[in-house]
């Protein structure tokens, strides 16, 4: 029996909401179109992921890299998500939903920031549904930076190298009160984590749709929990270690 592998509806979903762009080109409307209707899915996503009992959503909205694009295209996100977050506060504090933001925030827009920082104060006592934003986010860029901090402890005598393990790791990271995704999430066809939560994801479920995210909607999520339910996660174990545990 193999029943306790077999997870049920994951506690931590982490998703690359991917397709924008091209959704809006194939429609021969500009990319912002794409974004804009992508912040519709993003409220749609939250609701289901809240009605069925996930505890933490995880979604990537704006990654390092994506500062390379063209200015025009920046500054139309940085005020989307400006809008978004002034909209949607209402809903996030109604529904007992802590929000949080990880990732490069002091590159981010100081009116974006600080709407940014206050969302997160405002709702830091919510015990429901933790939605956070990775904005400025990127995987390579958090590992260094946590090795940093750790180096600069050790210099300092705070601790010694051998004190380094997974547990303090972890603890070091902008995730650190998050933990590790169960499952990802990635939509528009790419099959790719894209400097994505990169230590966080090593043991996640992924799983990949044709469907551009402004297409996906809350079927679309529960037809991954679906695919998620039927899968056994084995960390690295054989079946029969994980039918003896039972
Ligand atoms: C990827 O599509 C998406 C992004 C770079 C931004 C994601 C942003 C949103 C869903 C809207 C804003 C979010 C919030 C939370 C307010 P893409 O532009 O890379 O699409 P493409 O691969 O087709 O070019």
Known sequence: MLADTR??????????MDGNGRWAERRGRPRIFGHIKGCGRVREIIREADRLGVKKLTLYAFSSENWGRPTDEVSVLM????????RERRELLEK??????????????VTVQRMVEDTMKVSQENSGLQVTLALSYGGREELVTTARRLASRVVSGEISVTDINEDLFSSQLWTADIGDPDLLIRTSGEQRISNFLLWQLAYAELY??????????????RLSLDAYSRRQRRFGLTEHQLEVRV
Do not use: V
């Open 7 to 16: 997870s049920q509806t994951p506690e931590h979903i982490a998703i690359i």
């Open 79 to 86: 005020r989307l998500l400006y809008k978004w977050l002034i």
């Open 96 to 109: 007992n939903i802590r929000f949080r933001a990880i990732g490069a925030i002091h590159r981010l827009p």
């Open 208 to 221: 990949f749709t044709d469907k551009m995210w402004p297409d996906f909607k809350a079927s679309d999520l």
